[in-house]
C-alpha cells in the first residue's frame, strides 16, 4: 500500500523536495541522491504505521544526516526524548518540538486502514495533466476530472464554474484533505465535497451538513465545530471529517452530487479511510503536509 507521501517547498529548482537547513530530502519516488550543486540526500519509507526521524544538525552536503526509524506513537515520544533530553508524554508535545526544531525532520506513515490517497505532488498520482488522478494506495479508487481543472505550482485548480471531480464508489469512514477555497462558484450554495450519491443525506456544503456527518471536524489539528465557517477562505488548510458510520459510494468534488454549485479553489492531496483517526494521527496528518503550505 502507498503512504502518504512528504514533499514540501523549499530546495533546489524541484519543490517537491523538503529542506531544512543546508540539506533537502529527496524522499521516493523521486529518489535524489547527494550532488556537489543539489544537496539532496535520499529519504527513505518510515516503517508502517511508524515514523522516520532525520537529525541534520551539522549536515551538509558532504555528510548525510542521521536517520532513525520507529514502529509506533510510543516509540517517537521515547525517542525525541532521548534526543531532545526531555519527558515529553504527548504527540502534540513532540510535533512542537519538530516543527520548532531547524535541524530535525519528521516523516510519518499514515496510511493504515487508507481506501484511497491522491497527491498532486506525487507524480505517481497526477502527471501535471489528463483526466484521472490516480489513487496510490493500491485499491484503484481514483479521481475522475471533469472539465478540464488546471495544474498549476503542483496543485489542482478547479475554477468555480463546471469544473469538477468524482472519486469511484468505495466504502469509507473518515476523509482528510488539503484544499485552499476561494468561494468563487456559480450560486450561493458551494460544494468542497458532496457524497450523498452513498449515504443519503451526507454532505458538507457551504449553508449545511447533512445528518449522516458525525460532530468530529477537525481544521488544521485541531477540533473545531462543525460549520463551514470554520474552514478558511483564501488559504490552504487541513480537514479532517468523520462520518458516523461507515458508508459506500462515490464523492464528488468542488461541486455537488448532481454536477453542479460549483466552488473555486484548489486541492492538493485527498485520503479516505475505513476507519475513524484518534487525535494524534489527526495531528500527524496536518503535520505531514503543512509545511507545503508555509502553515
Do not use: C
Not at 530530502?25 to 539532496?40: A, F, K, N, Q, V
Request: no cysteine; hydrophobic share 30%.
Amino acid at each position: 500500500m502507498g503512504r502518504i507521501v512528504i514533499k514540501n517547498i523549499g530546495a533546489g529548482s524541484d519543490s517537491r523536495a523538503y529542506k531544512k537547513g543546508s540539506v533537502a530530502i529527496g524522499g521516493r519516488p523521486l529518489g535524489y541522491g547527494p550532488t556537489s550543486t543539489t544537496g539532496y540526500w535520499n529519504g527513505i519509507d518510515p516503517p508502517t504505521g511508524g515514523h522516520a526521524l532525520y537529525l541534520m544538525s551539522g549536515a551538509s552536503t558532504s555528510v548525510s544526516p542521521s536517520i532513525y526509524t520507529v514502529a509506533s506513537n510510543p516509540e517517537l515520544i521515547s525517542l525525541v526524548n532521548q534526543i531532545a533530553g526531555q519527558s515529553y508524554t504527548t504527540i502534540s508535545e513532540v510535533l512542537s518540538y519538530v516543527n520548532s526544531n531547524s535541524d530535525v525532520y519528521l516523516d510519518s506513515d499514515l496510511s493504515q486502514n487508507a481506501v484511497m490517497m491522491v497527491d498532486s505532488y506525487d507524480t505517481r498520482s497526477y502527471s501535471g495533466s489528463g483526466s484521472v488522478w490516480y489513487d496510490i494506495s493500491g485499491n484503484g479508487n481514483n479521481v475522475n476530472l471533469y472539465n478540464s481543472p488546471s495544474y498549476v505550482n503542483n496543485n489542482i485548480i478547479f475554477d468555480g464554474v463546471n469544473d469538477f471531480g468524482i472519486i469511484s464508489s468505495t466504502t469509507y469512514r473518515s476523509l482528510s484533505l488539503w484544499a485552499y477555497k476561494t468561494d468563487a462558484g456559480p450560486s450561493t450554495w458551494k460544494y468542497l465535497f458532496d457524497a450523498r450519491s452513498g449515504m443519503g443525506n451526507g454532505w458538507f456544503a457551504n449553508q449545511g451538513q447533512g445528518t449522516n456527518w458525525s460532530a468530529t471536524m477537525y481544521v488544521n489539528g485541531s477540533p473545531v465545530g462543525r460549520s463551514w465557517s470554520n474552514l478558511p477562505t483564501n488559504s490552504w488548510f487541513h480537514l479532517y471529517i468523520e462520518a458516523d458510520n461507515t458508508y459506500t459510494g462515490t464523492i464528488n468534488l468542488m461541486s455537488r452530487y448532481s454536477n453542479n454549485e460549483q466552488l473555486g479553489g484548489y486541492l492538493n492531496s485527498i485520503e479516505l479511510y475505513a476507519t475513524t483517526k484518534s487525535p494524534d494521527d489527526i495531528a500527524l496528518l496536518f503535520n505531514a503536509k503543512r509545511h507545503r503550505f508555509g502553515l
